[in-house]
């Protein structure tokens, strides 16, 4: 969910953090003691796994909800020799907690994906994925269960920077814009779907007394307000940086590679001062002034699933950022709401615009799990059986279902709620992916909250990012092994 730079793939979507070395084993969240007592699984034992990650669907710091509950109860009974424990992370600084564990070796057996790690902080799926799924009857290969287009060696999003995969999706996520069909009505303004629509929604909105569009501090409710604009405005420049597919190779991909990006700033092909950048910058203040909550950055993010939850589901706030599992989170309110995309940014609100339409697209990655390189024995068994269990259509619809979810799987169909996430311009993948961010330790949020606060100008934000964006790029240049290309000599 954030924009850093990231080991595995530069421009990462959602919330990808970075490696705290310095306070290694400091303040994290073990994996607690279970009960084989370390290694485990003894001889007619109990063998114990910790599933950690940040609560994506309700504000719970205790709980990721019934349909989890409900989920590990189902294969629990499958495996009554394997107990499955829940530790719930803060969603602003999971990403942290996550890539400090890793890195110092005391992450617990499932971790969630979206933080920065080096591939052999983590146990590579590879040659499981090419076995039988046991709990698919008649299946020859684990990795066919998948939907091709979402997930697999193809895939860019889905592969590390040395080409295997080593996490798995239960879901796929969508992203769109969630509005107060009851609000909207009373107020008399329907779904905009331009750029400058959304300025004369937010104003009436404003002028009725509501918050045209929730806020908080957390780094998805930047990152995909900036990565919606910032697509739109730089599409001009894909085909000349599409160079790397997805392996790292010479070739090409439908979206720009950590690869490319690295290339396209060691280059100087793109920069904090390419007009179509500064435009981005320019009308994501505009639209953070003129519509989000006014105290945001004071906000505390507590759902992955929906921003600004509590503002939204309180009526104050008549649009937010959500994702196509946002439904398990605001079960029980008392409107009727819908979604729609962000607004496609047209020549009517910039001069830069190509009239590019709004894209966001479904990836593999909302909920996904690896294990950590450390896990070993009875519980690496364990936890590949229960990344197995879930793969499963039987075992995991009832999940979906409950959870709004868009499925990873091939053989699921998305609800009708969640098929909007999937359909037209917006549910095609961005080309240019997310923009760049900066080293381990940075979030979307430390980019861009001085600027759309007002405490940096323009050319103060340009500066500051564009020294984040070498540090990150020199960081990601040797972490990978790129040092040998030729646009990197002298970088990392």
Sequence with gaps: MTTTFSVRRLGRRAAVASIALAVAGAGLV???????????????GTTTITLEGPNQWTDSGKSFGKAWENLIAAFEKQEPTIKVKTSVLPLKSFNQTISTQLSAGTAPELVFNQATYQPYMVHSLDDE?????????????????????YFGYK?????????????????????????????????GVEAPKTY??????????????????AGENSDISVSWTIAAIFNQLTSKYFDELDVYNAAGEKGSSAQLTGKDWARALATGKITTKTPEVVETFKLVKKFYVACVTKNWS?????????????????GKAAMTWGTDFATSAIPNVKFGYATTPFPTVTKESSSLS????????????????????????????????????VSAPDHIKAWLDATGAVSALTDIEPSEAAAGFTAGDWGTP?????????????????????????????EQQESYLQGMWEKGLAYTVKTNKWTKEPWAKGIG
């Excluded at 004369?200 to 918050?211: D, E, F, I, N, P």
């Excluded at 590019?356 to 690896?370: D, H, K, L, W």
């Excluded at 950590?372 to 068994?381: R, Y």
Aim: with cysteine.
């Design 30 to 44: 073990g994996c607690g003691k279970s009960d084989d007592d370390g290694g485990g699984g003894g001889s007619g």
């Design 155 to 187: 895939v860019a999003n889905a592969v590390d920077a040395e080409g295997h995969l080593n996490w798995i999706p239960f879901n796929l996520v969508g992203v769109a814009v969630f509005y107060n069909k009851d609000i909207f009505d009373k107020v």
């Design 354 to 389: 190509r009239d590019f339409p709004a894209q966001f697209g479904v990836s593999a990655g909302g909920t996904s799990y690896m294990i950590p390189a450390k896990t070993e024995g009875a519980k690496l068994d364990a936890a590949i059986k229960f990344l197995q269990f």
């Design 196 to 213: 400058a629509d959304m300025m004369k929604v937010c104003s009436k909105l404003k002028s009725a007394g509501y918050t045209p569009f």
């Design 298 to 314: 004071g906000v505390q993010g507590n759902s992955g699933a929906l921003v600004g939850i509590r503002q939204f589901s309180t």
């Design 129 to 149: 994925l090419k076995k039988p799924n046991p709990y698919v009857k008649g299946n020859k290969h684990w990795i066919d269960l998948f939907n091709p287009k």
């Design 430 to 458: 961005m080309v240019m992916a997310y923009p760049p961010g900066g080293p381990p330790g940075t979030t979307t949020v430390d980019l861009y909250d001085g600027y759309l606060l007002g405490s940096k100008t323009l």
